[in-house]
């Protein structure tokens, strides 16, 4: 595919992702673009449809998995989460850096295509820290904190496996995070430097 590489952003639930994004992405209007994935979990609290998520249900959402229309998909603590072509077609066409939000095991699936993103991953300090900002966060039942604990663990074992990501930033503290982020994207995207360092 031509033009800017992707971005592809993984990393434990609660490890701040969505947080380093959504500045991302309102500090450098018109250089960056999300991806809306589709997912059957339930909209928390403020989450757009169309925006954050395209929600969905999981027959639905088989049927176009079938018709081929998703580049990957998985299965996260109970609910089905997917990107589209569309999904990454629509950024693409409006001249953005696609920037992707997707589990580990997207991360795998995606290295099969010939998307060719950079792979940043996002981790916090410790399994501690992440359990606090899950349970501050108030959006998840415990059954569901428990299994994404589960899921961090295996994230965090992985996220150093070697050539998986380009880059592993610890999101301790957010400013310094997101300089790093900054730092990163600059570096990799040298073609809109000049954008990024307005
Ligand atoms: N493989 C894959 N994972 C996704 C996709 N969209 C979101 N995810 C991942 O699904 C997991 C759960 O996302 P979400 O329910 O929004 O919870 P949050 O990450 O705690 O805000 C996170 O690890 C996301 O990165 C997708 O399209 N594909
Ligand atoms: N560096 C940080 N220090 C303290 N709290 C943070 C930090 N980064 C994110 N948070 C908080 O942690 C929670 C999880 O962050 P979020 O961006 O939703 O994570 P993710 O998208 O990776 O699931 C949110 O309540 C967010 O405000």
Do not use: W
Request: charged fraction near 30%.
């Amino acid at each position: 595919m031509s033009g800017p590489r992707p971005v592809v952003i993984s990393g434990p639930s609660g490890a701040g992702k969505s947080t380093l994004l959504k500045k991302l992405l309102k500090d450098y209007k018109g250089v960056f673009g999300f991806s809306v994935s589709h997912t059957t979990r339930d909209p928390r609290p403020g989450e757009v449809d169309g925006k954050d998520y395209h929600f969905t249900n999981r027959k639905a959402m088989q049927e176009d998995i079938d018709k081929g229309e998703f580049i990957e998909t998985d299965e996260f603590s109970g609910n089905l989460y997917g990107t589209s072509k569309s999904a990454v077609q629509d950024v693409r066409a409006k001249g953005l850096i696609c920037i992707l939000d997707v589990d580990i095991a997207g991360v795998r699936h995606i290295k099969e295509t010939n998307l060719d993103p950079i792979y940043i991953s996002i981790q916090p300090p410790s399994i501690e820290v992440l359990e606090e900002r899950l349970r501050g966060r108030a959006t998840e039942t415990e059954e569901k904190i428990q299994s994404r604990l589960e899921e961090a663990r295996t994230d965090m074992e992985e996220c150093n496996e070697p050539g998986l990501f380009d880059i592993v930033i610890v999101n301790s503290d957010l400013d310094e995070a997101y300089e790093k982020l900054q730092s990163v994207l600059k570096e990799f995207e040298k073609n809109v430097i000049s954008v990024m360092s307005r």
